[in-house]
Protein backbone atom coordinates (compact mmCIF):
# COMPACT_ATOMS: atom_id res chain seq x y z
CA UNK A 1 0.00 0.00 0.00
CA UNK A 2 2.73 2.29 0.90
CA UNK A 3 4.79 1.82 -2.44
CA UNK A 4 1.70 3.23 -4.17
CA UNK A 5 1.43 5.93 -2.60
CA UNK A 6 4.99 6.68 -3.16
CA UNK A 7 5.24 5.92 -6.95
CA UNK A 8 1.77 7.16 -8.06
CA UNK A 9 2.65 10.85 -8.26
CA UNK A 10 5.84 10.63 -10.06
CA UNK A 11 4.65 8.28 -12.52
CA UNK A 12 1.14 10.70 -13.18
CA UNK A 13 3.52 13.46 -14.04
CA UNK A 14 5.76 11.22 -16.73
CA UNK A 15 2.53 10.06 -18.30
CA UNK A 16 1.56 13.51 -19.04
CA UNK A 17 3.94 15.25 -19.56
CA UNK A 18 5.02 13.24 -22.17
CA UNK A 19 1.81 13.86 -24.47
CA UNK A 20 2.41 17.46 -23.68
CA UNK A 21 6.11 17.24 -25.02
CA UNK A 22 5.32 15.34 -28.31
CA UNK A 23 2.47 18.18 -28.73
CA UNK A 24 4.35 21.62 -27.70
CA UNK A 25 8.06 20.69 -26.84
CA UNK A 26 6.96 22.65 -23.38
CA UNK A 27 6.14 25.53 -25.18
CA UNK A 28 3.09 27.15 -23.37
CA UNK A 29 -0.20 27.26 -26.42
CA UNK A 30 -1.79 30.63 -26.37
CA UNK A 31 -5.11 31.69 -26.77
CA UNK A 32 -6.78 34.82 -27.75
CA UNK A 33 -7.02 35.74 -23.88
CA UNK A 34 -3.68 34.60 -22.93
CA UNK A 35 -2.37 37.57 -23.79
CA UNK A 36 -4.81 39.50 -21.17
CA UNK A 37 -4.02 36.91 -18.50
CA UNK A 38 -0.42 37.75 -18.87
CA UNK A 39 -0.90 41.42 -18.88
CA UNK A 40 -3.08 41.36 -15.52
CA UNK A 41 -0.68 39.43 -13.96
CA UNK A 42 1.76 41.84 -15.12
CA UNK A 43 -0.08 44.91 -14.92
CA UNK A 44 -1.54 43.43 -11.45
CA UNK A 45 -5.05 44.71 -12.24
CA UNK A 46 -8.40 43.36 -11.43
CA UNK A 47 -9.99 42.62 -14.86
CA UNK A 48 -13.50 43.64 -15.40
CA UNK A 49 -14.43 40.61 -17.68
CA UNK A 50 -12.55 37.56 -16.51
CA UNK A 51 -12.02 35.85 -13.00
CA UNK A 52 -9.10 36.93 -11.80
CA UNK A 53 -7.46 33.73 -9.99
CA UNK A 54 -5.43 33.09 -12.99
CA UNK A 55 -3.76 36.42 -12.93
CA UNK A 56 -2.83 36.08 -9.83
CA UNK A 57 -1.47 32.84 -9.60
CA UNK A 58 0.32 34.10 -12.71
CA UNK A 59 1.68 37.00 -10.80
CA UNK A 60 2.43 34.76 -7.76
CA UNK A 61 4.63 32.73 -9.58
CA UNK A 62 6.44 34.94 -11.30
CA UNK A 63 7.21 36.77 -7.43
CA UNK A 64 8.25 33.43 -6.58
CA UNK A 65 10.55 32.48 -9.13
CA UNK A 66 12.20 36.01 -9.12
CA UNK A 67 13.48 34.98 -5.80
CA UNK A 68 15.90 32.30 -7.82
CA UNK A 69 15.86 33.05 -11.56
CA UNK A 70 14.38 34.60 -14.20
CA UNK A 71 10.83 33.65 -14.60
CA UNK A 72 9.60 31.55 -17.99
CA UNK A 73 6.41 30.72 -19.14
CA UNK A 74 6.70 26.83 -18.88
CA UNK A 75 7.35 27.01 -15.48
CA UNK A 76 3.83 28.30 -15.25
CA UNK A 77 3.07 24.59 -17.40
CA UNK A 78 4.95 22.98 -14.89
CA UNK A 79 3.18 23.98 -11.84
CA UNK A 80 -0.15 23.32 -13.30
CA UNK A 81 0.95 19.87 -14.44
CA UNK A 82 1.43 19.30 -10.19
CA UNK A 83 -1.80 20.55 -9.64
CA UNK A 84 -3.25 18.47 -11.98
CA UNK A 85 -1.28 15.63 -11.56
CA UNK A 86 -1.37 16.03 -7.19
CA UNK A 87 -5.75 16.49 -7.95
CA UNK A 88 -6.16 13.43 -9.95
CA UNK A 89 -3.84 11.15 -7.34
CA UNK A 90 -5.49 12.50 -4.23
CA UNK A 91 -8.69 11.72 -5.57
CA UNK A 92 -7.86 8.35 -6.96
CA UNK A 93 -6.77 7.79 -3.80
CA UNK A 94 -9.69 8.99 -1.78
CA UNK A 95 -12.47 7.18 -3.94
CA UNK A 96 -10.30 3.62 -4.83
CA UNK A 97 -7.65 3.18 -2.15
CA UNK A 98 -7.22 -0.15 -2.61
CA UNK A 99 -6.80 -0.13 -6.40
CA UNK A 100 -3.84 -1.90 -7.79
CA UNK A 101 -1.11 0.35 -9.31
CA UNK A 102 -1.22 -0.71 -12.79
CA UNK A 103 -4.81 0.20 -12.77
CA UNK A 104 -4.09 3.35 -11.51
CA UNK A 105 -1.25 3.48 -14.25
CA UNK A 106 -3.78 2.76 -16.92
CA UNK A 107 -6.01 5.21 -15.92
CA UNK A 108 -3.03 7.82 -16.27
CA UNK A 109 -2.54 6.65 -19.70
CA UNK A 110 -5.96 6.96 -21.06
CA UNK A 111 -6.00 10.42 -19.48
CA UNK A 112 -2.87 11.38 -21.19
CA UNK A 113 -3.32 9.58 -24.77
CA UNK A 114 -7.10 9.21 -25.38
CA UNK A 115 -8.43 12.48 -23.23
CA UNK A 116 -8.14 16.43 -24.10
CA UNK A 117 -5.91 16.66 -20.96
CA UNK A 118 -2.92 17.33 -22.29
CA UNK A 119 -4.42 19.75 -24.73
CA UNK A 120 -5.05 21.72 -21.78
CA UNK A 121 -2.68 22.03 -19.69
CA UNK A 122 -0.16 23.46 -21.70
CA UNK A 123 -2.57 26.55 -22.50
CA UNK A 124 -2.17 29.64 -20.62
CA UNK A 125 -5.71 29.53 -19.40
CA UNK A 126 -7.53 29.03 -16.34
CA UNK A 127 -9.38 26.08 -18.03
CA UNK A 128 -7.59 23.65 -16.44
CA UNK A 129 -8.68 25.09 -13.09
Not at 11 to 20: K, V
Not at 45 to 53: A, C, K, L, S, W
Request: charged share 10%.
Amino acid sequence: MKTKKIYLFPIAILILLLPILLITGLDPLFTSDSAAYLLNARELEIPMERPIFYSAFIAGMRELSQCIHTPQLFEILGIQLLLVSLGICLFIRRCFPNMPLFFLVGVFIFMGFLSPLPWFIPQLMPDIF
